[in-house]
Structure formats: structure tokens, C-alpha cells
């Protein structure tokens, strides 16, 4: 009778062992974990670097990304006059019109460039101004012309027939023509005839420079 009675006490203490040392579903132990794998832990999502001071080499860049852009070329300096030699183009009459191109060549080894426009002067043989200065025509843009060697910028260089008007003339003997922000003129001989020299028929017009010849 002892015997019988003890058993059933005796299985009961081994359900309860059995179950304080039973293995968690993932095949672990229930307990604790090891003293190592707490003290290694997960590295933060935030981490700029490898976890422990892993000397291994950075990771290759991730996405596509965009090159950057090359930074764009400077703009050529300035024509100065010494880089220059001007010339006139032919007479294009029509509608009672004298029309000229007036040529600025680059006879330079260099690129350079030109903006707005030229003064012009019709003078003596002394160099006297012999009529008002040319009006320049402002309703036409400006824009900047880049002349590579031998390459040429024009301005149209125009007025009414002084025979139509009836004005007073002159004939000048030669052009000064100076360049976009420059005080040293260029000399060009006057083929185009008589001009008005009253300043109030006929002015002379200039435009802006632009690339070409005008021919």
C-alpha cells in the first residue's frame, strides 16, 4: 500500500522537471540566453559604419544615381581692337534705302566675342567727325558673337537716299568704326558717296553685331 501511494508522487515531480527544462519551438532552450549572444546584439539600422570596427572595404553604392554635370566652358574673352580689322561690305540699295554691312574679322590666333555695337564715325581726312553719330537701332536685340580666327560679325549700316530727302550732304573720306567696349578705332576708307550731315533726314543707322559677313 506505501508503494502505491508514493508512485503517483513521485510522477508528478518528474511532469513538473520535465516541463522546466522543455525546448522552446525554435529548437532553443527556454532559458536565458547565452551570455555571448546577448553582448553581440543586432547593429542599429542607423550605424554609418560596419558593427565591431570591421576593417573590410566599403560597400558598393546602391541606385543609379546621376553624374554630375561638367561645369559649362567660360565665355571667350572680349574682342579688343588689335584682334580686329574691319571692312565694308557692298552698297544693297532698295526702297530708297543705301544699305552697308559693316564687317568686324577676327585676325586673331584666339577666340573671341563681341556684344552690342559698334561706334561709328564718318570723319575727315584729319580724322574730324563731319556728320552726327549713326543712331543705333534699339529695337533690335543684342546678342553675343563668338568669333573663332577669321571668323566676322556685322552691322547693318543704314540710311534714306540724301537725293530723295533733299538734305544737305558731305562726303566723309573714311569710317571709324571701334569695337564694343573699346576706345581705340579702326580705320576704313569711305566708298559708300555722299551722306547727310544735317542730323535731321537721313541719319545713319546701326544695328547690333551679329555673325557673318551680311554678304
Known sequence: MTFRRILPAVLACCAVLTACTSHSADG?????????????????????????????????????????ASPAAPAPKRCRTSDLKASLGPDHPGAGQENFALVLT????????????????????????????????????????????????????????????????????????????ETTSLSVPWTGGKVSNTGKASVPRVSPLRPGSGA
Open 28 to 68: 532553443t532552450s527556454g532559458g536565458a540566453p547565452p551570455a555571448s549572444a546577448a553582448a553581440t546584439g543586432t547593429p542599429s539600422a542607423t550605424s554609418s559604419g560596419p558593427a565591431g570596427g570591421d576593417t573590410a572595404g566599403p560597400s558598393e553604392p546602391t541606385g543609379t544615381g546621376t553624374a554630375a
Open 106 to 181: 577676327n585676325r586673331s590666333p584666339r577666340t573671341c566675342s563681341l556684344y552690342g555695337f559698334p561706334g561709328v564715325a564718318f570723319v575727315d581726312g584729319a580724322g574730324d567727325a563731319v556728320t552726327p553719330d549713326p543712331e543705333r537701332a534699339t529695337d533690335q536685340p543684342e546678342q553675343r558673337v563668338t568669333l573663332a580666327p577669321g571668323d566676322d560679325a556685322w552691322s547693318a549700316l543704314s540710311y534714306s537716299d540724301p537725293r530723295i530727302t533733299g538734305v544737305t550732304t558731305v562726303t566723309p573720306r573714311a569710317l571709324l568704326v571701334t569695337p564694343p567696349d
